[in-house]
T-cell receptor
Framework: GAGVSQSPRYKVAKRGQDVALRCDPI?????LFWYQQALGQGPEFLTY????????KSGLPSDRFFAERPEGSVSTLKIQRTQQEDSAVYLC????????????FGDGTRLSIL | TQLLEQSPQFLSIQEGENLTVYCNSS?????LQWYRQEPGEGPVLLVT?????EVKKLKRLTFQFGDARKDSSLHITAAQPGDTGLYLC????????FGTGTSLTVIP
């Protein structure tokens, strides 16, 4: 497809389980971003890749959160030992290059931790 | 931490009314973008403003970037139910910062 694709759309997990969220960016987009969004609020930055390099991970809330983009295309956001406060929508976006280019968003993964 | 504060947080108006949403910060941004997000979907870019004082129009929507590049506003004329959604400003600096969001409901 032409847009950013995220999977799964919905994920329910029990507290303590590990989860992995996938993002397929637009082909040719160098930059990839992950955000966390609470209901009715603006997205909060988590991390940013340029190709396979993770240039900024300052927004990751704890060391339970880990993101990778090994071949500079598909990215995975992993959350270990999930907790209830991890429940949110996780958005992925891609841009041609850098933070100054418009970002194109996927529809997000809604994560619910029971 | 979100550097961009939007006001109002919630807005419910009748179809045909005008409205303005504000996006304010103490930081200077090299550019500022406005997005609209509908439930269950990702934000969709509406406009990018780059120059201080810049005004852009998109049909019934008018966007302005403050002279000092610290704030912006979005004005909607004759709102329609299809304008309902979460409006987000986002500033570009070393990172990409989203505003706190304004949830708009236009009642038919």
């Amino acid at each position: 497809g032409a847009g950013v694709s995220q999977s799964p759309r919905y994920k329910v997990a029990k507290r303590g389980q590990d989860v992995a969220l996938r993002c397929d960016p637009i082909s040719g987009h160098v930059s990839l971003f992950w955000y966390q969004q609470a209901l009715g609020q603006g997205p909060e930055f988590l991390t940013y890749f340029q190709n396979e390099a993770q240039l900024d991970k300052s927004g990751l809330p704890s060391d339970r959160f880990f993101a990778e983009r090994p071949e500079g295309s598909v990215s995975t956001l992993k959350i270990q030992r999930t907790q209830q406060e991890d429940s949110a929508v996780y958005l992925c976006a891609s841009s041609l290059a850098g933070v100054n280019q418009p970002q194109h968003f996927g529809d997000g993964t809604r994560l619910s931790i029971l | 931490t979100q550097l961009l504060e939007q006001s109002p947080q919630f807005l419910s108006i009748q179809e045909g009314e005008n409205l303005t949403v504000y996006c304010n910060s103490s930081s200077v941004f090299s550019s500022l973008q406005w997005y609209r997000q509908e439930p269950g979907e990702g934000p969709v870019l509406l406009v990018t403003v780059v120059t201080g004082g810049e005004v852009k129009k998109l049909k019934r929507l008018t966007f302005q970037f403050g002279d000092a590049r610290k704030d912006s506003s979005l004005h909607i004329t004759a709102a329609q139910p299809g304008d309902t959604g979460l409006y987000l400003c986002a500033g570009t600096g070393n990172q990409f910062y989203f505003g706190t969001g304004t949830s708009l409901t236009v009642i038919p």
